[in-house]
């Protein structure tokens, strides 16, 4: 049974012109253990599918599917609080601006124990520890001092990565990772995917890559899919 299957998925967004059709008629599955890339130009309506999957649109979205299955549960089907529990936990997504998505107002060490206190009702010193943890294991030196330092005052790869330690902090089934290295350097672009790709071999996630760098597609991709103009090709 695939880990993710999506049927005939179409996203619009209401405007003052009207309906526009961000994605039409997309399928695409991923098993277990298994690296998709998702690749297309900028606006091809990559992020917007997997916006949907995890359930982050705006109210202006309308999203339509034969078929939206996530382990064999009907996403669709799901209230908010029930989607809720599988986002975040089960499925998890890094984004692609990760100074833009960590709150400027937290600490990097509350964000990541945030997750653990909703999802695994951890105590406080269990989640200090598994943050700790979860710094080292995606590569920030001085995880003890960074748990109380502010996005501002790290770099864009720490920030990147504090962001690969909350996406992964509750060994999800699933990892979605958006352009992960577009606001990064070469050297940093290369640490981060080694990462995710060890991350997913050790875990045995499924991953999927959105990206439109090929380089990132021939080094990390079992599959790929291409979009374009919000269509499957």
């Known amino acids: ?3 993710l299957e999506i049927k005939n998925l179409t ?4 405007t003052a012109a009207g ?4 994605v039409q008629g997309i399928d695409l599955s991923i098993e277990p253990r298994e690296v998709l890339a998702i690749v297309g130009e900028s606006g091809s309506g990559k992020s917007v ?9 705006p109210n ?5 599917a034969d078929r939206m299955a996530f382990d064999g549960v009907d996403l669709l089907e799901l209230g908010p609080s029930e989607r809720r529990k599988i986002v975040g936990k089960d499925i998890s997504m890094i984004f692609q601006e990760p100074i833009a998505s960590l709150n ?7 964000q990541i124990e945030e997750v653990l206190r909703f999802h695994l009702g951890m105590d406080r010193a269990q989640r200090r520890a598994r943050a700790i943890e979860l710094m080292k294991l995606v590569g920030i030196a001085d995880p003890e001092e960074r748990l109380n330092s502010f996005p501002h005052q790290m770099s864009g790869g720490q920030c990147q990565r504090v962001m690969i330690a909350i996406a992964i902090a509750c060994n999800p089934k699933l990892l979605i990772a958006d352009e992960p290295t577009t606001a990064l350097d070469v050297t940093f672009q290369k640490q981060i995917l080694d990462l995710l ?3 997913q071999a050790k875990y045995g996630m499924g991953l999927i890559m959105i990206t439109h760098n090929m380089g990132v597609v021939a080094e990390t991709a079992d599959r790929v ?3 374009y103009k919000g269509r499957k090709m």
């Open 104 to 110: 400027p107002c937290f600490t990097a060490g509350f």
């Open 49 to 57: 599918a997997m916006l949907a999957v995890m359930g982050l649109l």
């Open 225 to 227: 899919i291409v979009q």
């Open 11 to 14: 996203v619009s967004f209401d």
């Open 60 to 64: 202006t979205a309308t999203v339509k």
């Open 197 to 199: 790709v060890g991350l």
């Open 19 to 22: 309906p526009f059709m961000a």
């Open 1 to 3: 049974m695939p880990l």
